[in-house]
């Protein structure tokens, strides 16, 4: 015996694969960051984060701690830090971001509040600097943010008097920041001074094929 098709079943049907089509389109959630350490020991390294990762200024007081590590290479590191939901917050720029260096003295400050981004460019050491985001207001609970970095690459030259001008250029600024790190080491405390030394010999070892590049390229 057949049996009975239910009149409403290829509504149903329909209905169905509509749910699925909008779940497939649907864009995942952000991932929201469970816990930030409240410490510069613990900073959390923005390397390690998810893509569309945010976090929360749960609390008034509430300080979010992250590293990210500079790289003397072809690459600009910087960081961007924006406004997703402003919770409490009363002040237009909601969220500060200053940077330190591994000693752990400020560097510099940007602020974000909703629609803009703080900006902050990471020096190119090869040494880990940490980040401390806050919420200027002091009443402040409930702001969720977006903490990201973005490596740009500078373009690469198209013909052979351009390579030959980067290829200049490279060794003109290898050699100028040996001598801007060697000047720059004899001021700092001893503390610094043992970071800069590490520095400079690294900076002694670019120098070398930044020479033997240009040689080559401008013969």
């Given at each position: 015996m057949r049996r009975p098709r239910p009149r409403n079943s290829?509504?149903?049907a329909h209905a169905s694969g509509v749910l699925v089509a909008l779940t497939l389109a649907a864009p995942a959630p952000a991932a929201i960051?469970?816990?930030?350490s409240d410490t510069s020991a613990g900073a959390l390294p923005l390397e390690s984060l998810p893509a569309k990762a945010s976090a929360l200024i749960e609390r008034p007081g509430d300080q979010d701690w992250y590293s990210i590590f500079g790289r003397p290479d072809d690459q600009v590191i910087t960081v961007f830090a924006r406004v997703l939901q402003g919770g409490t917050c009363s002040s237009s720029q909601s969220l500060r971001v200053a940077l330190f260096n591994p000693e752990g003295r400020w560097m510099r400050s940007a602020?974000?509040?909703g629609g803009d981004a703080a900006t902050l460019p990471v020096p190119a050491n090869?040494?880990?600097?940490?980040l401390d985001v806050t919420a200027?207001?002091?009443a402040c609970a409930g702001l969720e943010y977006e903490v990201t970095f973005v490596p740009t690459e500078r373009p690469?030259?198209?013909g052979a008097?351009?390579?030959c001008l980067v290829a200049r250029d490279k060794r003109i600024v290898a050699q100028r920041r040996l001598r801007v790190l060697?000047?720059?080491r004899a001021m700092l405390s001893p503390g610094a001074q043992s970071r800069y030394s590490h520095y400079v010999s690294e900076a002694q070892r670019a120098l070398s094929p930044a020479r033997r590049s240009e040689s080559k390229i401008c013969a």
């Open positions: 290829t509504l149903a960051i469970p816990e930030v602020r974000a509040g090869p040494s880990r600097y940490t200027p207001d002091p690469p030259p198209d008097a351009s390579r060697q000047r720059r």
